[in-house]
DNA sequence: GATTAGCACTCGAGAAAAGTGAGTGCTAAC
DNA sequence: GTTAGCACTCACTTTTCTCGAGTGCTAATC
């Protein structure tokens, strides 16, 4: 069977409505509602096919009908058009971006609450992985006689640090002795690379002291590096589902909450989406739980370099158009924000 | 009307009994579960007078009787006893506690999970107001062209790093150059103070290119001593809420996660509590909607100073004894194991 | 042959009715 | 003062009923 002309435009219908309403679609509403030139029986008919070639379903004999994730992946790719972002919306945005544009980590955080409340959806963003940044200095500082920090800074500007408790005496020679000695070892190289040294033997010195100084920091200096290559995941907007009627059941909200909950698995499959603007609807989703939702994310760059993603999770029903504009709308301005004047760094991932 | 020795007993009853089953506590059922050694007429007598003192209510006329918060209240101050905690949870806490302790803030993360999974409610951590915290010293790391990092070292130790993108050019010797001076004029002010001061005057120079790198950094130097300020919040065990028959409804799961993630609200109530081990217990919340639910806080510190709180929020019908237990011994455990052998440091608070 | 009007049928949602049972409050007896 | 007895209450559950949106089929129409 086809995909006549009218077939389309009914599907078109169908999906659009549904979107809005939630409700399953019928045949009468359809003739009613949108400008088809066909009546409610022919309708009947048309959708009678569009089942049987799996665009819809049927809840049940006496109800409308619903779009299945097929449908939803047609309309995202040929039916839906271009959404033009009201005038405020995009003001909205490029404000919030350029009066945050000086502190890369807390726009980000800025621009998740804001999609969360543009979309009425829950938002999140994520810092890219670490694997391959590299070390550019480490620093101890003293703090009291038990307590140090511990500082890392890769090249590209991200800084981690850590307060450490250390259980041997120190001195503020063999403290900065230590941390001259550990950047010289490792400036230059990746983070993955520097895990896979054995750091501890590494530090062997004569000094007794400095030795055991390094025994004790070594330890957490691993730990450290290894809590670095973890992205980070901030998540906005978490209460939204309470407001889709999809999620009126206690039982599903509470899945969608302990789902994007398990912080670990959903920063998993986060990662591991490609990058560019990706919609994965329903059952495209390998991730069992999350077939009945879809998923939209995107990445965004500084110099061609990819400094994280930003997306939105909701039910398959969602207002792909309006959310993808958001989307696309943020990350070009994040991107175009940050962008460096005269482009002269190395392009990375 | 007096509390005699039975009445109390009585109540203890019905409290114990409904903070287990979730269920208005009826005369009958009182008297077969408790060796009362009186019959469900004279129970019901009894009920009726507490009821009258406002120790019991009823949900309706055919139904049993609910603890008021006034029972509560005095089931945690005169009738619980003291619960003690069974060694293996005493086990996993002291455990879970030694081998993270070199990282505080880590440490308590890990704490805070704990203590939902072991109360089966929402936990939260939070650390202390900086206001008193005086500044150590301030540095300025090179990244890119464009990219510096701000590095700011308080006394407790509180690193606070930021990634600033700044834009005039800038030499390494401007750059340590104004860190030096940063440093040498806000060492020993605390942070609180120094945003009192008009930064951006104090820093005006005669060389031009110093003038305009201040400049550039530092009103990001002043948002991030606000930030500073800012305590961070940890909340673990939120979907925990769906595990309680109170918030098997959605309205009720929906209003108490709004009000948990309405960050900054629910940090000013934690961050205005008194010092100690602090109950408070439905209505005696000053924020009306948390108003059925009991909160518990204690406060953890090093060497006699505050490094922060540890609590749980869920149900006003509560395991008070159990969870208080929890909450101590964590909080007594956190406290000794960042114990300095030799107490030399100033108390503060 | 495609389209449409007509009609019987389906089935979930919501309202109304009936039944159930835990629990109360009162009274009178112990 | 305590308790047995009993009528009464009222939320909750189950059952029954009604309603209406929507379907699928058939036969008439364009």
């Given at each position: 069977?086809?995909?006549?002309?009218?077939?389309?435009?009914?599907?078109?219908?169908?999906?659009?409505?549904?979107?809005?309403?939630?409700?399953?679609?019928?045949s009468?509403?359809?003739?009613?509602?949108?400008?088809?030139?066909?009546s409610?029986?022919?309708?009947?008919?048309?959708?009678?096919?569009?089942?049987?070639?799996?665009?819809?379903?049927?809840?049940?004999?006496?109800?409308?009908?619903?779009?299945?994730?097929?449908?939803?992946?047609?309309?995202?790719?040929?039916?839906?058009?271009?959404?033009?972002?009201?005038?405020?919306?995009?003001?909205i945005?490029?404000?919030?971006?350029?009066?945050?544009?000086?502190?890369?980590?807390?726009?980000?955080?800025?621009?998740?609450?804001?999609?969360?409340?543009?979309?009425?959806?829950?938002?999140?963003?994520?810092t890219?992985?670490?694997?391959t940044?590299?070390?550019?200095y480490?620093?101890?500082?003293?703090?009291?006689?038990?307590?140090i920090?511990?500082?890392?800074?890769?090249?590209?500007?991200?800084?981690?640090?850590?307060?450490?408790?250390?259980?041997?005496?120190?001195?503020?020679?063999?403290?900065?002795?230590?941390?001259?000695?550990?950047?010289?070892?490792?400036?230059?190289?990746?983070?993955?690379?520097?895990?896979?040294?054995?750091?501890?033997?590494?530090?062997?010195?004569?000094?007794?002291?400095?030795?055991?100084?390094?025994?004790?920091?070594?330890?957490?200096?691993?730990?450290?590096?290894?809590n670095?290559?973890?992205?980070?995941?901030?998540?906005?907007?978490?209460?939204?589902?309470?407001?889709?009627?999809?999620?009126?059941?206690?039982?599903?909200?509470?899945?969608?909450?302990?789902?994007?909950?398990?912080?670990?698995?959903?920063?998993?499959?986060?990662?591991?989406?490609?990058?560019?603007?990706?919609?994965?609807?329903?059952?495209?989703?390998?991730?069992?739980?999350?077939?009945?939702?879809?998923?939209?994310?995107?990445?965004?760059?500084?110099?061609?370099?990819?400094?994280?993603?930003?997306?939105?999770?909701?039910?398959?029903?969602?207002?792909?158009?309006?959310?993808?504009?958001?989307?696309k709308?943020?990350?070009?301005?994040?991107?175009?924000?940050?962008?460096?004047?005269?482009?002269?760094?190395?392009?990375?991932?």
């Amino acid at each position: 069977m086809d995909l006549t002309e009218r077939k389309l435009k009914i599907l078109h219908a169908i999906v659009a409505d549904f979107i809005h309403s939630a409700e399953p679609v019928g045949s009468r509403t359809l003739s009613k509602k949108y400008d088809l030139g066909i009546s409610p029986a022919t309708i009947r008919n048309e959708m009678s096919d569009l089942e049987e070639m799996g665009y819809l379903t049927h809840p049940h004999t006496s109800a409308g009908r619903v779009p299945s994730d097929k449908a939803y992946r047609l309309y995202v790719n040929d039916l839906m058009g271009r959404y033009e972002l009201p005038e405020e919306e995009k003001r909205i945005i490029s404000e919030n971006i350029q009066t945050n544009v000086m502190e890369l980590e807390n726009t980000i955080e800025h621009v998740a609450e804001l999609l969360s409340k543009l979309t009425n959806l829950t938002s999140f963003a994520i810092t890219p992985r670490q694997d391959t940044n590299k070390l550019k200095y480490i620093n101890l500082l003293p703090v009291d006689e038990q307590t140090i920090v511990l500082m890392i800074v890769a090249e590209d500007g991200k800084v981690i640090n850590k307060a450490l408790r250390i259980n041997v005496p120190y001195t503020l020679e063999n403290l900065e002795l230590l941390a001259k000695a550990m950047t010289q070892t490792y400036r230059g190289r990746t983070i993955s690379d520097v895990l896979t040294l054995d750091i501890i033997k590494y530090f062997e010195t004569d000094i007794e002291a400095m030795s055991r100084l390094a025994e004790s920091i070594m330890p957490n200096f691993m730990k450290t590096l290894e809590n670095m290559l973890n992205v980070d995941l901030y998540m906005e907007g978490l209460t939204n589902i309470f407001s889709i009627p999809e999620y009126n059941d206690i039982d599903r909200a509470r899945m969608f909450l302990e789902m994007v909950n398990r912080k670990k698995d959903f920063t998993d499959v986060l990662v591991n989406r490609d990058n560019g603007v990706i919609i994965t609807i329903g059952n495209e989703n390998s991730n069992e739980i999350m077939q009945d939702c879809s998923l939209i994310t995107a990445d965004y760059r500084i110099n061609g370099k990819l400094v994280g993603k930003l997306g939105v999770i909701g039910p398959t029903r969602m207002k792909y158009d309006e959310v993808t504009s958001v989307i696309k709308y943020m990350t070009d301005n994040l991107s175009s924000a940050f962008q460096i004047t005269e482009g002269d760094f190395d392009d990375e991932e």
